[in-house]
């Protein structure tokens, strides 16, 4: 077993600090498959053509609601190699996150509420498990270790982004997602302009 040793492992958490993601609210997510393997079907004519595995990627997301109470998801799209959705974590309705500057270093019990790292991760091992064997591929990743996420902060945004994700797979010959783009590797070309967050 390896030991993190920060001189090596130069991970950084760029998420919000202070920010409890159980608190209420809308979040869109991007999850992207382990070297932009294309696994989940093809872009034809600007639609997007799922096979087994993309309609179980689909399906997946579909019963979150049914495993964590309070969890809702909303508009989503299954790609080639990556997955985009909203999910809503049931409360408040649309609202920033609490965000507490204070420093809790004994938290005692932990909150029952799911956090989004939570939900992404249930979403992630689950279509690992099932993907891998529909596809016959033992012990694979299939996804990136992190994931993309923004708190959606208003009800335009989430109507902005919603129109985002039906239109994503027209705008696939531009996306850096995808294997055959010739524009770079920077996450966000043809985004809409939010900033991602890693996990």
């Not at 919000?16 to 991007?30: I, K, N, Q």
């Not at 809503?88 to 920033?96: Q, S, Y």
Request: charged residues 25%; glycine residues 8%.
């Amino acid at each position: 077993m390896t030991l993190y040793n920060p001189d090596i492992h130069h991970r950084q958490s760029i998420r919000l600090c202070g920010c409890d993601y159980s608190e209420a609210g809308a979040y869109f997510v991007t999850v992207c498959t382990q070297n932009r393997e294309c696994l989940f079907g093809e872009i034809v004519d600007g639609k997007i053509k799922l096979n087994d595995a993309g309609q179980m990627v689909g399906s997946l997301w579909n019963e979150l609601p049914q495993h964590y109470k309070g969890v809702e998801t909303d508009e989503f799209i299954v790609m080639p190699n990556h997955f985009h959705g909203i999910i809503v974590l049931v409360g408040a309705g649309l609202a920033l996150p609490r965000i507490d500057t204070t420093i809790r270093h004994n938290q005692g019990a932990a909150s029952s509420a799911p956090t989004l790292g939570d939900i992404v991760r249930t979403f992630k091992s689950k279509s690992t498990i099932y993907v891998n064997r529909l596809l016959v591929r033992t012990g694979q990743r299939l996804w990136q270790r992190n994931y993309y996420e923004h708190i959606i902060r208003d009800e335009e945004e989430l109507n902005r982004l919603r129109e985002y994700i039906v239109n994503n797979p027209e705008q696939w010959l531009f996306d850096n997602e995808n294997p055959d783009c010739d524009q770079g590797e920077t996450f966000g070309r043809g985004e809409p302009a939010v900033r991602p967050y890693i996990g």
